[in-house]
Nanobody, 127 residues
């Protein structure tokens, strides 16, 4: 089984940057597609970005141009570089993995597409 552990969260001021990491262990070959999700207080969990094993990426419109998802296959680690952070980016951020490639540009956002989740890391952006 794949085990995911996020790190790198914290508190920053608006306009600042953070880089989240997600270390994967276990049968990582089965993690064909990986994603970052976030959940703000009182809101549903939403997809932020996704990446396949070839480096093809998807982003939510709200983070395009500010966030970058990358994956280091030699270290089995997923990253999310977050720049120009806004207070509305405040949330718990989760990484997730699935053995299935999303068939279109929308499926990667579905929580039920993923079968492994990390415990989450808090990101707080102050104005």
């Amino acid at each position: 089984q794949v085990h995911l552990v996020e790190s790198g969260g914290g508190s920053v001021q608006a306009g600042g940057s953070l880089r989240l990491s997600c270390a994967a262990s276990g049968y990582t070959y089965s993690s064909v597609y990986m994603g970052w999700f976030r959940q703000a207080p009182g809101k549903e969990r939403e997809g932020v970005a996704g990446i396949d094993s070839n480096g093809n990426t998807n982003y939510a419109d709200s983070v395009k141009g500010r966030f970058t998802i990358t994956k280091d296959n030699t270290k089995n680690t997923l990253y999310l570089q977050m720049n120009s952070l806004k207070p509305e980016d405040t949330a718990i951020y989760y990484c997730a993995a699935t053995p299935y490639i999303p068939p279109d540009g929308r499926t990667w956002r579905r929580q039920d597409w993923y079968n492994r989740w990390g415990q989450g890391t808090q990101v707080t952006v102050s104005s």
